[in-house]
């Protein structure tokens, strides 16, 4: 389960931004997560609670916004919504389409005391 080690590494980057801004709480922890990140969202807020646990950011609230895919069909030439990677273009039909986003997870925000 991958979403364990992506809780991992934002628990530690929260605790990196801790200590070095001095706070001593996290609130809420804001999450951006494209819908082509290959991001289970509801293990990575479980994963999320389990690692956070006697930490400064224990009882944290976990805000996740989902960002769609996007991508650029090269046969048609035109910026298009994809759900999936390899979906074909919903214009033309065409398999010609880069991702040109929504394949990204950040931490966009942290709400602290």
């Known amino acids: 389960m991958h979403e364990m080690s992506l809780a991992e590494g934002i628990l530690d980057l929260v605790e990196q931004q801790a200590a070095r ?17 290959g991001v289970e969202v509801s293990s990575l807020e479980f994963c999320l ?20 895919g996007k991508g650029w069909c090269l046969a048609c030439s035109q910026p298009v919504e994809i759900s999936a990677r390899f979906d074909a ?6 398999y010609q389409v880069q991702v040109t986003g929504g394949d990204e997870m950040r931490v966009a925000s942290l709400l602290v005391d």
Do not use: K, M, N, Y
Request: proline content about 5%.
């Open 21 to 37: 801004d001095g706070f001593a709480r996290v609130r809420e922890i804001h999450l951006t997560i494209g819908a082509l990140a």
């Open 89 to 94: 273009c919903p214009a033309c039909g065409a």
């Open 49 to 68: 609670d389990a690692v956070c646990r006697g930490t400064l950011a224990d009882g944290a609230a976990i805000v996740s916004e989902r960002l769609p």
